[in-house]
């Protein structure tokens, strides 16, 4: 009988995985493990940043005009000027050879500038002091040759009281100590002489050192190194006139043209709020400083000048902040009404809106509020007056119908995402 035939088992012991798809497979899991880990820190950063910025339910109040106070009786228009700005020039004619500040540089008083070659003004200085030493080392030669002659004169003195000198020789050492004490002075009218003209080349070198003349800011630079600058133009296109320009921004003020059918409505003193074309939201308290006593007959215009009162502005003269009131920018104006003298109603409120009381908040000795524009909050500085029952008076910062914000919570910042409660 025949066997059954025989099935050969497969010989499994020689597959086997390489090594090296191991290590491509454990490179794989760990770069994916890398992508899962910074999806992951990009949600949390996502979900940190949306959780700050997280649109934030307030309630808003409009701020309303003042029901009371002086009404405006004129409006007119104008630009920011400053009443001291000038345009920095040397006072000799020089070269350039350093440049220490540039658009926008805070400046103090008797501050560096620029200096100009001083070369030759140092050599004159140094002749002027070589001539001093000279005629000082004279005075010391002709002090020594007097000490001398004087012992002659009493010398011959003496023997012509004994009749061994003649009067001639008395007469010759007289002569000589004479013509000493004669040649000490000029000298030493040659040493005042030379140290005049040793101030005056000191001076020369100075003039090479140009200084800022009161503290501001630098708007405009008008030289470089290497040029030549002068005092005076000298006809051509290569010298310059002028260093630097600099602003006091201190000192910034309103001038505006009024109409002469108008300006008997306007005095000095008179209260005025001004508003800057660049911040039509921002009221500037303020008061007529002078009206120019003299008229445009072409334009048929007086000039009036306005005085910055709100103490508003001048924080934002601050060194540590940027001037938000630069020279050139255009103002509207409108001037308030007063009231005559001698009424007991002359005091009347310069407020120029009210807000709630609630509204306005209060850090590092000043106060503010939030406004809505758009979707988002804006802090807004603002100056208060005296409190109207819940209200309370807005004398610069903000304009009348914008809405503020009510009872905001603590984390509430500036530029962050709001939702209206109705």
């Not at 030493?133 to 007097?146: G, M, N, R």
């Not at 003496?158 to 002075?185: C, F, M, Y």
């Not at 002068?230 to 320009?245: N, V």
């Not at 502005?313 to 020279?327: Q, V, Y």
Request: aromatic residues 4%; proline residues 5%; hydrophobic residues 40%.
């Amino acid at each position: 009988m025949a066997s059954p035939p025989r099935t050969e088992k497969p010989d499994l012991s020689s597959l086997r995985i390489s090594d090296a798809k191991r290590t491509k497979e454990r490179s794989s899991n760990r770069w994916i493990w890398i992508v899962v880990g910074v999806l992951l820190l990009g949600l949390v950063g996502a979900a940190a940043f949306a959780f700050r910025n997280r649109a934030v339910a307030v309630e808003v109040a409009p701020a309303t005009k003042p029901a009371t106070g002086p009404a405006g009786v004129l409006n007119a228009s104008g630009y920011v000027t400053p009443r001291r700005r000038a345009t920095i020039a040397a006072k000799i004619t020089g070269r350039v050879t350093g440049v220490f500040f540039d658009e926008g540089t805070r400046v103090t008083e008797g501050q560096l500038l620029a200096t100009l070659d001083d070369s030759d003004a140092r050599r004159a200085l140094d002749s002027a002091k070589a001539d001093s030493d000279s005629a000082q080392a004279a005075i010391a030669d002709f002090e020594v040759q007097l000490k001398n002659a004087e012992i002659e004169l009493r010398r011959t003195q003496q023997l012509v009281k004994e009749g061994v000198q003649t009067q001639q020789a008395l007469d010759s050492a007289t002569t000589a100590a004479d013509s000493l004490r004669a040649k000490i002075a000029l000298a030493k009218q040659q040493v005042i002489g030379s140290e005049a003209r040793i101030r005056e080349q000191q001076q020369n070198v100075d003039n090479c050192t140009i200084r800022a003349p009161f503290a501001g800011i630098v708007v405009s630079k008008d030289a470089q190194v290497g040029e030549m600058v002068s005092p005076i133009s000298a006809g051509g296109g290569f010298t310059r006139t002028g260093i630097a320009t600099i602003v006091d921004l201190h000192s910034n003020e309103v001038e505006v043209d009024v109409s002469e059918a108008y300006i008997a409505k306007v005095s000095n003193d008179q209260p005025v709020n001004a508003s800057l074309d660049a911040y039509p939201d921002w009221v500037i308290p303020g008061k007529v400083r002078t009206v120019i006593p003299t008229a445009d007959r072409q334009k048929a215009t007086v000039k009036v000048r306005i005085s910055f009162t709100g103490p508003d502005h001048k924080a934002l003269m601050d060194p540590a902040k940027e001037p938000r009131i630069l020279p050139d920018m255009g103002v509207k104006v409108s001037f308030l009404e007063t009231a005559p003298k001698g009424d007991p109603k002359e005091k009347k409120s310069a407020a120029v809106a009210l807000v709630p009381q609630k509204a306005v908040h209060e850090a590092n000795g000043g106060k503010y509020v939030f406004v809505v524009k758009g979707e988002v909050v804006e802090r807004r500085a603002v100056t208060t007056g005296e409190a109207r029952g819940s209200d309370i008076e807005i004398l610069g910062g903000i304009a009348p119908e914008v809405q503020v914000v009510v009872n905001s919570p603590e984390t509430l910042h500036d530029g962050q995402s709001v939702q209206v409660q109705k």
